[in-house]
Every structure is written in structure tokens, then in C-alpha cells.
């Protein structure tokens, strides 16, 4: 059951990592790479490292894509026409 739910998660973090560079939009990609964290965290908690997991969740799928979002809005608002940032 284990090995299923491995394959699982590897395919969806490889998904979602295809998706980050097959999206069109940057709010897309930043969503994706959102979930490629989310799809990590959970393999590393089937892994039994919780604290890398804790690491990850903090990191990957939380703090790097709200720092992106951020500075996507900050050139957004710089821009005289913001679809330029898309």
C-alpha cells in the first residue's frame, strides 16, 4: 500500500512540476509550484521525516511562492500596464 501511495505522490509532484513549466501564466506557475512542495511534504512525511517535511511545508509550498506572489504584485504595481508581468 505503501509503494501505491509513493507512485502516487511522485506523479503528482512530477505533474505539477511539468505544469510549472507548461502554464502560461506566472500565477499559474506559482501555484504549481506551490503544489510541487505540498506533493513533497507529504512523500517526505510517508518517508517518516517529519522534520524535513515540517521543512518543507514551511518553505517549499508556503514561504518561497508568498515571496513570489509578493514581488509579482510589487512589479505589478511599478508597471504602467500590468498584463506586461503576465
Known sequence: MAEILNLILIIGMLGSALLVVRVRGVVNAIVAFSAVGTFLTLLFLLLQAPDVALSEAAVGAV?????LLISLAKIRSLLDDPTEAD
Open 63 to 67: 514561504a518561497v511562492p508568498m515571496v
